[in-house]
């Protein structure tokens, strides 16, 4: 394979990453400005954004079978197209059902592109190499997690329509199939491997339960607090951003760092660590009014919790005689469903007991996070890690 076609299969990859965080990550932005925008509740807008993850867990499920029948390169040509009619949709159509339909849309497009930016790199780099180059995909999810909910601030802040934003988002998409009708795409083979793991065990099940919790009170948090630090802090929308915006930047750099030291240390001590601390940041936050402190609050929240859900993903590939991709899929999953979850657990009791009720959610869910990988660390053994 020539340079510049390996360039082009990279640069895919990173943007699959980058659209999907994108995605995701500006919800709490302009959450309030949405329901405005369909005379509804706050809370019962944010549900409706549970059509967006909805769409994404689907994507994991058909992805491989998808793959098996039409080749990548036509998958993103259709994406891409599919990406213009979600858009439009959402420009055009002042109805919250088109609008639900364009989100699960949107969901699944990103969910198969981001599963063909994980085949690519898996397939064209290998060993050392493939996991760096893997972290380094993943970085720039984060990556749209700090520009995003600038952009979407912006946007709200010289009263602009917010769905301006999926424009913008969709530019990701037309860089995409620009490089993809340029680039030629290698043949993906599927192994099955005729030995049986067993996966279902204890230890899975305690990692698999951490990692839904996980990403649950953490997108709980991220999309909540933007709307709790505008009403109860008194900040600025711009201001409330840029919180949002440290977050993912300290969790970006956050995963580089520990990316190089993690083979240094027992992962399972170090994911309790980071796991308290991670409990005890997010107590401080929810306790705490001065701007400039939270900043720094949050700032270090994202850093310390940067590594949490790729240690689980590390311990879980541990627990069997050979790394099983059923199990990291099963943790992936989990993960998943815990991104799907956050609006439909969060959207009642905010509905009932307030914002700031949904920060304590998430607290909680650190705390039980916390308690878990406890146990996981006393009664399970995990293999060593060869570099």
């Known amino acids: 394979m020539n340079k510049s076609n390996l360039i082009g299969l990279t640069c895919i990859s990173f943007l699959s990453y980058a659209l999907t965080g994108a995605l995701i ?18 809370t019962d807008m944010g549900n409706t954004f549970t059509f967006l993850n909805a769409g994404i867990l689907s994507s994991i499920f058909i992805s491989s079978w998808i793959t098996n029948i039409i080749n990548l390169k036509t998958q993103l040509i259709f994406g891409f197209i599919l990406t213009i009619i979600a858009t439009l949709i959402l420009i055009f159509s002042h109805n ?30 290998t060993d050392q190499t493939r996991a760096s180059m893997l972290l380094l ?17 912006l946007i709200i802040s010289n009263n602009m329509k917010w769905y301006w934003v999926y ?29 049986r793991i067993k996966t279902w065990n204890f230890s899975i099940l305690c990692l ?3 990692a839904l919790l996980y990403i649950l009170g953490q997108l709980s948090f991220i999309s909540w607090m933007p709307e709790y630090t505008m ?20 969790y970006m750099v956050g995963m580089w760092i520990f990316s190089f030291i993690l083979k240094f240390f027992d992962l399972k001590k170090t994911i309790i660590t980071l796991s308290g601390i991670s409990l005890f940041l997010m107590s401080l936050f929810n306790i705490f009014y001065d701007y400039a402190l939270l900043y720094i609050i949050i700032l270090s929240l994202g850093f310390f919790s940067s590594a949490i859900y790729t240690i689980i993903i590390t311990l879980a590939s541990q627990q069997t005689p050979l790394s099983s991709p059923k199990t990291i899929n099963y943790i992936l999953t989990s993960g998943t469903v815990g991104t799907l979850l956050t609006f439909i657990i969060t959207g009642p009791i905010v509905q009932k007991y307030g914002i700031f009720s949904a920060l304590l959610v998430s607290n909680i869910l650190y705390g039980i996070v916390f308690f878990l990988v406890i146990i996981f660390a006393t009664l399970t053994k995990t293999k060593p890690i060869h570099d």
């Open 167 to 195: 424009f913008i988002i969709g530019i990701i998409y037309l860089i995409i199939f620009l490089i993809t009708i340029n680039t030629k795409f290698p043949i993906i083979y599927t192994e099955i491997s005729k030995k």
């Open 231 to 250: 009403k109860y802090i008194h900040i600025s929308i711009n201001q409330s951003s840029k919180l949002v915006s440290a977050f993912w930047m300290a």
């Open 96 to 125: 919250l059902t088109y609008f639900s339909i364009s989100m699960f849309m949107l969901g699944i497009i990103s969910g198969i592109t981001m599963s063909i930016g994980t085949y690519i790199i898996t397939n064209l780099y």
């Open 208 to 210: 698999s339960i951490s």
């Open 137 to 153: 995909t993943d970085s720039f999810f984060s990556m749209s997690g700090i520009i995003f909910p600038i952009i979407t601030a």
């Open 25 to 42: 990550t500006i919800t709490g932005i302009f959450l309030e400005n949405i329901s405005k925008y369909f005379n509804i509740p706050i």
